[in-house]
Each structure stands twice: as structure tokens, then as C-alpha cells.
């Protein structure tokens, strides 16, 4: 069975940092192009940083030079390092493949407030 699981958000203050992990399974992690995507409140999901198979990366533009993603293949997970953190940045974070998307996991809240 396929499944994402999210870990490591929570309650941080503007400027602040924290990394996020997902651990896939029931798929073969290392053939897919993954994706963080995030849900604020009131808006939709969106994709907000993508890497490829071979480790190739792109960001949202409100994004770039703040949030880093990366992957352990051997581990089948996915990581976002953020930094310089905003209070826009407050959402539900997820990942998921950037194609031929899998049910969604639970996330992990991501609330940046002082």
C-alpha cells in the first residue's frame, strides 16, 4: 500500500527555521520526481518545491533562497529545510509525487507566528 507520512512541523516565530521529513513506502521511492506542496487556510493546495529522481530541484519563487528540499533514496525520504521563515509560510505542508499523485498522507501543520 502506498502511503506518505509527515513529520516535523509546529509553532515557530518569523525568521525562525524547522525541517520537515516525509517517509514513503509501498512504491519505489527512487523512481519518482517528488514534491512539497502546502495548504494555507482558506486557499488551495499548491506545489511549492519539487526534486527529480536524479536530484534536481525548483521552488515557488516566494520560496527561493529560503527553503531547501532533498532526498534519501536509501531511506525513501523527502526533506524541506526552511529558514527565514514567514507568517505566509503558516499552511499544512504535504508531499506526494509530482505525477500520478497517491492518496494524500495527514501532513504536518506549519503555523509561523510570534
Known amino acids: 500500500q502506498e502511503q506518505l507520512v509527515e513529520s516535523g512541523g509546529g509553532l515557530v516565530q518569523p525568521g525562525g527555521s524547522l525541517k520537515l521529513s516525509c517517509l514513503a513506502s509501498?512504491?519505489?521511492?527512487?523512481?519518482?520526481?517528488m514534491g512539497w506542496y502546502r495548504q494555507a487556510p482558506g486557499s488551495q493546495r499548491e506545489l511549492v518545491a519539487g526534486?527529480?529522481?536524479?536530484?534536481?530541484?525548483a521552488f515557488a519563487d516566494s520560496l527561493k533562497g529560503r527553503f531547501t528540499i532533498s532526498r534519501d533514496n536509501a531511506k525513501s525520504t523527502l526533506y524541506l529545510q526552511m529558514s527565514s521563515l514567514k507568517p505566509e509560510d503558516t499552511a499544512v505542508y504535504y508531499c506526494?509525487?509530482?505525477?500520478?499523485?497517491?492518496?494524500w498522507g495527514q501532513g504536518t501543520q506549519v503555523t509561523v507566528s510570534s
Open positions: 526534486i527529480t529522481y536524479s536530484g534536481d530541484t
Open positions: 509501498g512504491f519505489r521511492f527512487s523512481d519518482y520526481n
Open positions: 506526494n509525487r509530482i505525477t500520478s499523485l497517491i492518496s
